[in-house]
C-alpha cells in the first residue's frame, strides 16, 4: 500500500480507538491506520513505546501523519519520531489539528492518493486560527 498512514495518539484508549473506528468506517481499509491511547498501566497518557508501534504498524513509503489530543502526546510522539531515527523520521509529521475531524479528513486525503505534505496541509487547514 502506498497511500499515506494514520497514526492517533490520545491520552484516552477509548478516544483513540473510537477515532479510529470513525476513519475506518468513512474511508475503509485504503490507509494504513493505527492508534494508542493511555499510559502502560491503563489510565490516561500516552507512551513513547506504544507510538513507535503504532507508527510501525501504520508505516508507509508515502509517510506518516500523527493526530495527537494533547501536549503530552506531542511531547511523546517527538519522542517516538527522535528514537526511530533517521531515514524514516524524515517521513512522520505530527499534525497540529483537531483530532477527530484531522484523523477523518486526512485519511480521507491520504486515501486519493495525496502526498505527505498535502495529506498534512488538509489536517492543519482544521486548527483554530
Known amino acids: 500500500m502506498n497511500n499515506v498512514g494514520i497514526v492517533i495518539v490520545s491520552h484516552s484508549?477509548?478516544?483513540?480507538?473510537?477515532?479510529?473506528?470513525m476513519v475506518r468506517q468513512m474511508v475503509g481499509?485504503?490507509?494504513?491506520?493505527?492508534?494508542?491511547g493511555g499510559d502502560?498501566?491503563?489510565?490516561?497518557g500516552t507512551s513513547v513505546e506504544a507510538i513507535m508501534a503504532a507508527i510501525d504498524r501504520a508505516?508507509?513509503?508515502?509517510?506518516?501523519?500523527?493526530?495527537?489530543?494533547?501536549?503530552?502526546?506531542?511531547?511523546?510522539s517527538e519522542m517516538a519520531i527522535e528514537m526511530i531515527g533517521e531515514p524514516r523520521a524524515q517521513k512522520i509529521?505530527?499534525?497540529?489539528?483537531?483530532?477527530?475531524?484531522?484523523?477523518?479528513?486526512?485519511?480521507?486525503?491520504?486515501?486519493g492518493g495525496a502526498s505527505l505534505k498535502e495529506v498534512v496541509a488538509?489536517?492543519?487547514?482544521?486548527a483554530p486560527a
Open 13 to 21: 484508549p477509548k478516544v483513540a480507538e473510537g477515532t479510529a473506528d
Open 59 to 76: 508505516w508507509s513509503d508515502a509517510g506518516v501523519a500523527v493526530l495527537v489530543d494533547l501536549g503530552g502526546a506531542e511531547t511523546n
Open 29 to 36: 481499509e485504503d490507509v494504513p491506520l493505527a492508534w494508542c
Open 122 to 126: 488538509t489536517a492543519h487547514e482544521l
Open 93 to 111: 509529521v505530527i499534525c497540529n489539528a483537531p483530532i477527530v475531524e484531522g484523523a477523518v479528513m486526512a485519511a480521507t486525503e491520504a486515501s
Open 40 to 44: 502502560p498501566e491503563g489510565g490516561l
